[in-house]
C-alpha cells in the first residue's frame, strides 16, 4: 500500500516547499543518501508518496545540458499555486521522477504545452473532476528515448513512459502546488495522477501520426500533445466487422450523462483506437477525419436523457448551443458531446485485441501540440 504523506500548512510553509525549486542542489543534500534525501522531501511535503531521487549538483548539470536554454529562463507561473517554471526546476522534478537526462526536453516541452491557456491548467489543477494532463510523444524522439505505444501501454512495465509521465506529475505538485486536499479538489483523483505518457503505435497504424494528421508537423518533428482527460475506459467490440459497427460502439460508451462533456461541449474527448480495431475502421474506407465526423454526429444524447440529472440547468454548454437547446423545445433532439468533430483527438495504439479505450474530457480544456524546437521564453505578463 502506497503511504501518503500530509503535512499540513502549519508545519510547512509554502515557501519551504518552493525552496525545492529555487534551490535544487542546495548544499546539505549532497551530503544525503537516496533514503535521507526522501525523508527530508517527506517533511516538507514534496513529492507523490514514492521514493525520489535526490537532485544532486551533477544530475542538474547533466540535465539542463540537454536544452539549449537557460536554467532561470522564465517559461511562466503554473496555476494554480503560480510558482515560477524555469528549466532548472523543471529539471529538479525530472531527475527526482528518475527520468534519464536525455528525458529533459520532453519533459520541458510538455510542461511548456501545459502552460498554453487554451490548455486551462489552472482549471484542471484546481477542479472537484479528476481530470490528468495525459501526454502524446510524437517524432523520432518517439522511438529513439524508448516511449512505448504497443500492449498495456497505459499500464506499467516501460521506465521511459513512466519517469516521464511521473516527472510532469511532479511538476504539477510542486511547482502548480496542487496537492490533494489542498489546491487539487478532485473528490476522487485517479490513478493517471501518478503518471500519463504514452505515444502511439504507428508500426500498426491504418494512417499517419496524429502530428501529422492533426496538427500538420513533419515526420522529422519532435513534439508532445497534451489532453485533459480521465482514465482510460475500455470498450469492447468483438463482434464488429465494420467502422459503422465499431464506431457506434465507441460513440455509445462516450455519450453517458455522467460525464462531463455531456453537458459541457467547449472541450476535447480522446478516443485510442487499437490497432485491430483502427485496421477494421479503415478497411471500410474510413479516414480518421470520417471517425471524427462519425462520433460527431453518433456521440450524442437526446435532452429528455439530459435533463434527468447530470449537470443540467448548470448552463455549461456554449452559448449558440446553449440557446438552440432551449428554443427548441423538443426533448427528442439530440445534444453532442463536442463542439465539431475536432474535438476528437483520435490516436491508434495498443497491442492485439479487439478493444480500444475512451477518455473522456474535462470540458474546458483543449488539446495542445508543441514541438521540442518552440521552446521559447515566455515572460510573464501583469
Known sequence: MIRQVRTEPAEVAVADRERLVAEPAVDEWQELDEVGFYEEAERL???????????????????????????????????????????????ANAIMAGCEPRMMRVVLASISALL?????????????????????????????????????LFGPGNRTNATVGRAIRLCLLNLGGARPGELD??????????????????????????????????????????????????????VSTDAYGILSTVASSIATMGANTSYISR?????VLGP????????????????????????????????????????MWSPWLEERIEKSGDDGLTVPVVNDPDGFEVFVA?????????MQGFGGTQAVTRTFDELLTREETA
Not at 537557460?70 to 529539471?91: I, S
Not at 485533459?228 to 467490440?237: A, K, T, Y
Not at 472541450?267 to 478516443?271: K, L, R, T, Y
Not at 495498443?350 to 475512451?358: F, L, M, N
Open 45 to 91: 511535503g514534496w513529492g507523490d508518496g514514492l521514493p525520489l531521487v535526490a537532485p544532486t549538483e551533477a544530475r542538474m548539470e547533466a540535465f539542463l545540458a540537454e536544452v539549449d536554454r537557460g536554467p532561470d529562463d522564465l517559461l511562466g507561473l503554473m496555476p494554480p499555486a503560480e510558482f515560477e517554471v524555469t528549466p532548472a526546476k523543471v529539471a
Open 116 to 152: 498554453e491557456d487554451e490548455f486551462n491548467l489552472s482549471g484542471i489543477q484546481s477542479t472537484t473532476h479528476p481530470v490528468a494532463p495525459l501526454t502524446v510523444v510524437h517524432g523520432p524522439a518517439s522511438l529513439e528515448l524508448g516511449f512505448h505505444g504497443g500492449p498495456g
Open 350 to 358: 495498443g497491442g492485439p485485441g479487439k478493444h480500444s479505450v475512451v
Open 276 to 315: 485491430e480495431h483502427a485496421d477494421t475502421v479503415a478497411s471500410s474506407g474510413f479516414t480518421r477525419r470520417d471517425v471524427q465526423s462519425f462520433l460527431f454526429e453518433e456521440a450524442r444524447l437526446p435532452v429528455s436523457q439530459l435533463r434527468k440529472g447530470g449537470m443540467w440547468g448548470m448552463k
Open 185 to 238: 479538489r478532485a473528490t476522487h483523483g485517479q490513478p493517471s495522477k501518478y503518471s500519463y505518457c504514452v505515444t502511439e503505435n504507428l508500426e500498426d497504424s491504418p494512417w499517419r501520426s496524429y502530428a501529422e494528421e492533426v496538427a500538420g508537423l513533419g515526420p522529422a518533428d519532435d513534439a508532445v500533445t497534451v489532453c485533459g482527460v480521465e482514465n482510460p475506459h475500455n470498450v469492447n467490440d468483438h
Open 267 to 271: 472541450g476535447a474527448v480522446v478516443v
